[in-house]
């Protein structure tokens, strides 16, 4: 897996990645169906950042929201679970 995202991230991986990004947007936009979800929106999205560079600043703000709001949600449940 690693290996293959260092490959996506290189710049000649361009060919895959605009296709594969507009394909899971595409399917997360048909989230309805079994099979595809939601979850393929924001990665087709992240995938596209990578080449569209207006995408990029609300595409990191984004990730950093993100992953502020995780950091802080596992430190409220070791708390809780601390005090338990």
Known sequence: MARTLAWLREP???WVRVPAGLLLI???LFSFLPV???WMLP???VLLAY???FLRPPINRALVRGERRWK????RRRAASSSS
């Open 26 to 28: 595409l399917g997360g």
């Open 72 to 75: 802080e949600w596992k430190r």
């Open 36 to 38: 595809l979800g939601i």
């Open 51 to 53: 080449d569209v560079p």
């Open 43 to 45: 990665l087709g999205l």
């Open 12 to 14: 000649r991986a361009t």
